[in-house]
T-cell receptor, first 114, second 114 residues
Framework: DVKVTQSSRYLVKRTGEKVFLECVQDMDHENMFWYRQDPGLGLRLIYF???????EKGDIPEGYSVSREKKERFSLILESASTNQTSMYLC?????????????FGQGTRLTVV | GENVEQHPSTLSVQEGDSAVIKCTYS??????FPWYKQELGKRPQLIIDIRSNVGEKKDQRIAVTLNKTAKHFSLHITETQPEDSAVYFC?????????????FGRGTSLIVHP
């Protein structure tokens, strides 16, 4: 059973703080993703990584960075948190292969920036 | 990049009715089309998927159809039940960067009234 685990379920941070969101998966998946979920906007891709130390910008990377030092761990970093980054953040992972495969999601981190 | 449009944003049906959710995509190279269900407060989970070499797939009360020429695909739920109430996301997955990445629609909130 695939497990994708996010380090926090709820976070409250102050404007200007540096924020780290951590995600760990235990199924040796190559792909890892960070999505942001807002009502009416669906799941928007922030960054993804298909290998250790590899990262690619998604559709809304501004204000975010990522780190993938180990295959199982993918971190999202908010360099200087702002109130418009208040949102639900979802991590996901999937296999890389000739055939696309499903993405497995973490439970989400609801971040509030005050 | 890929763009996925999903309609309707909200769908309200009576128990026992059918529900249909429609999605269109823009990138003809996309080859994998998963559907995810997200219950309130939970993570999105795959309920059915279809690959570009298949026109239709069924799993009990749910079915998905794909029209590659028109670049649209649909989710059909028959004999809806209250436990089908959730947000449903379609996705189109194609090559991006060094891997295959899903792009999601904005979601459909399905409400099944007992």
């Amino acid at each position: 059973d695939v497990k994708v685990t996010q380090s926090s379920r709820y976070l409250v941070k102050r404007t200007g703080e540096k924020v780290f969101l951590e995600c760990v998966q235990d199924m040796d998946h190559e792909n890892m993703f960070w999505y942001r979920q807002d009502p009416g906007l669906g799941l928007r891709l922030i960054y993804f990584s298909y290998d250790v130390k590899m990262k690619e910008k998604g559709d809304i990377p501004e204000g975010y960075s990522v780190s993938r030092e180990k295959k199982e761990r993918f971190s999202l970093i908010l360099e200087s948190a702002s109130t418009n980054q208040t949102s639900m953040y979802l991590c996901a992972s999937s296999l890389v292969g000739v055939l696309n495969t499903e993405a497995f999601f973490g439970q989400g981190t609801r971040l509030t920036v005050v | 990049g890929e763009n996925v449009e999903q309609h309707p944003s909200t769908l309200s049906v009576q128990e026992g009715d059918s529900a249909v959710i429609k999605c269109t995509y823009s990138d003809s190279a996309s080859n994998y089309f998963p559907w995810y269900k997200q219950e309130l407060g939970k993570r999105p989970q795959l309920i059915i998927d279809i690959r570009s070499n298949v026109g239709e797939k069924k799993d009990q009360r749910i079915a998905v159809t794909l029209n590659k020429t028109a670049k649209h695909f649909s989710l059909h739920i028959t004999e809806t039940q209250p436990e089908d109430s959730a947000v449903y996301f379609c996705a189109a997955s194609g090559a991006r960067g060094g891997s295959y990445i899903p792009t999601f629609g904005r979601g459909t909130s399905l409400i099944v009234h007992p």
